[in-house]
T-cell receptor, first 114, second 113 residues
Framework: KAGVTQTPRYLIKTRGQQVTLSCSPISGHRSVSWYQQTPGQGLQFLFEYFSETQRNKGNFPGRFSGRQFSNSRSEMNVSTLELGDSALYLC?????????????FGQGTRLTVV | DQQVKQNSPSLSVQEGRISILNCDYTNSMFDYFLWYKKYPAEGPTFLISISSIKDKNEDGRFTVFLNKSAKHLSLHIVPSQPGDSAVYFCASSARGGADGLTFGKGTHLIIQP
């Protein structure tokens, strides 16, 4: 069974630009969550999508958005990039909505904003 | 304010001995707790979890203990093996995960031969 796939693995963008990251969950999983990992703040919850709807959202500005498609694949978009957005962005998939179930993580996308 | 704290950034243990990783939380609404393991350049891998209705859960070499009154949980690895060297994250959730998982900052476990 293929795991969670995130593309691209690495990305370098300039301040002010926007970026789109992609996540393909494990086959059959309908929930996709996104997390940001930075050295200072650790892993922080961005949002969760289930059945193409955003179900939960963490404490991040509106520049961070996402969507989920009918095949459960998800994209995350960050607009007007800031230097502080440099981080590892992790996607996790689960069978069910909510986090009180096992979440399987992808390898992440390392975003560097210069 | 950190709701999940792992106060030891690193821990060194001899191969074959017991590794004990600790985690404290402040949010009394947390009702589900998980441990993840992370190798460099990989995403976190789920290890073991425990619901707040239990105080212990065991899976092979891994046992998680939960002390609700102290708001403390620990992960025991016995015996420790070289492949256990990794960063371990404690995570918690509440309200069926409505706010996602709240992670600690991790403990780097080093198993020495």
């Amino acid at each position: 069974k293929a795991g969670v796939t995130q593309t691209p693995r690495y990305l370098i963008k300039t301040r002010g630009q926007q970026v789109t990251l992609s996540c393909s969950p494990i086959s059959g999983h309908r929930s996709v969550s996104w997390y940001q990992q930075t050295p200072g703040q650790g892993l922080q919850f961005l949002f969760e999508y289930f059945s193409e709807t955003q179900r939960n959202k963490g404490n991040f500005p509106g520049r961070f958005s996402g969507r989920q498609f009918s095949n459960s694949r998800s994209e995350m978009n960050v607009s007007t990039l800031e230097l502080g957005d440099s981080a590892l962005y992790l996607c996790a998939s689960s069978l069910f909505q909510g986090s009180d179930t096992e979440a399987f993580f992808g390898q992440g996308t390392r975003l560097t904003v210069v | 304010d950190q709701q999940v704290k792992q106060n030891s950034p690193s821990l060194s243990v001899q191969e074959g001995r017991i590794s004990i990783l600790n985690c404290d939380y402040t949010n009394s609404m947390f009702d589900y707790f998980l441990w993840y393991k992370k190798y460099p350049a990989e995403g976190p891998t789920f290890l073991i979890s425990i619901s707040s209705i239990k105080d212990k859960n065991e899976d092979g070499r891994f046992t998680v203990f939960l002390n609700k009154s102290a708001k403390h949980l620990s992960l025991h690895i016995v015996p420790s093996q070289p492949g256990d060297s990794a960063v371990y994250f404690c995570a918690s959730s509440a309200r069926g995960g409505a706010d996602g998982l709240t992670f600690g900052k991790g403990t780097h476990l080093i198993i020495q031969p």
